[in-house]
């Protein structure tokens, strides 16, 4: 039997992107039209609809999700769903893995592969970085530093 979708994970999720400095209007939470008729409590969620908090696209929520995330540079696709029915609508393959976050809810507590960090992630301005500096140490970076610098290496191991 398929588990219900939980609206306090949607919330777990949002808070924690706040804390790690994402800013709340950029934050858009696009579903599934259906979602409100399956949702475990869909009187809150209308509210979230109403709020402008979630968007429920018209029909299958994938293409809008991907096609948001197309016209937008800096943007982040926070979802387990591989999109494999797309990948020859997409730039490369390689666009997707750049862009999607995997999530795990632990408890109350929610886990993102790779782990963001708004305030430390090299493409943003210096001035929307907490540090103002491009330059992080050993200490200071993230699991997605790591992946970006593998990707520039040429399989040596010697990261930093």
Known sequence: ????????????????????????????????????FYIDRPVEFEVLIREGVVLPSPKVADEF???FALKHDFCFIISNDK???????LPSKQWLQDRRVSFMFIGDKIGLSPNIEYARIELLPVEDRKD???????KERTTLDVLEKIKETSGEFDLF
Not at 13 to 30: Q, R, T, V, Y
């Open 1 to 36: 039997k398929e588990k219900k979708p939980i609206l306090k994970d949607l919330i777990t999720l949002i808070e924690h992107l706040i804390e790690i400095g994402f800013k709340k209007e950029n934050i858009h939470s696009i579903c599934d039209p259906g979602l409100k």
């Open 65 to 67: 999700i991907l096609s």
């Open 83 to 89: 999109y494999r029915d797309y990948h020859d609508q």
């Open 132 to 138: 103002g500096n491009k330059n992080l140490t050993k």
